[in-house]
């Protein structure tokens, strides 16, 4: 059975930096779970398993406009450490979650402390980064109609 648009399907994936590195695999937990077309996912991904068919194994290369973006310095702000809250003990790496004047959350990690101020990264870890895909469609759920 071939992925097509509005189909359920169920894949595993192991995902590396161009540097080789890691940086998730669905091998050692459950498979991903998730409907074509849905935009639960990067579209890269998304993409290249449409049109796949169930046990085939697929490996891709997604860059970053297809996948979480450019890097984009604007993401990254310095706050004074006395705006945090007080029970925060910020260390570098720590995640953080934020609301916008405009009631949004926005996540960001804390990528360096200093005396006076902390420095947070809005961007996502993976932003501007090439991603590689090692990629099984186990199962394809059609889409009823």
């Known amino acids: 059975m071939t992925a097509k648009q ?7 994936y192991h995902g590396t930096l161009n540097d080789g590195t890691v940086f998730d695999s669905t091998y ?3 498979p991903l779970d998730f ?5 639960e996912i990067i579209p890269g991904f998304e993409e290249a398993v449409e049109g796949m068919d169930e046990g085939e194994k697929k490996n891709i ?3 970053p406009e297809n996948a979480y973006g450019e890097y984009n310095e604007r993401g990254v702000v310095q706050v004074p450490r006395e705006n945090l809250p007080e ?6 790496g720590m995640m953080l979650q934020l609301n916008t004047p405009e009631d949004q959350v926005v996540y960001v990690t804390v990528t360096e402390i200093d005396e006076e101020n ?3 990264d809005a961007n996502h870890p993976l932003a501007g980064k090439t991603l590689n895909f090692d990629i099984e469609l186990l199962q394809v759920n059609p889409t009823s109609e």
């Open 87 to 92: 029970d925060i003990q910020p260390e570098k």
């Open 61 to 63: 290369t997604v860059e």
């Open 6 to 12: 509005g189909d359920s399907v169920k894949v595993h």
């Open 28 to 30: 050692e937990e459950s």
């Open 118 to 120: 902390v420095t947070l």
């Open 35 to 39: 409907t074509i077309g849905e935009g």
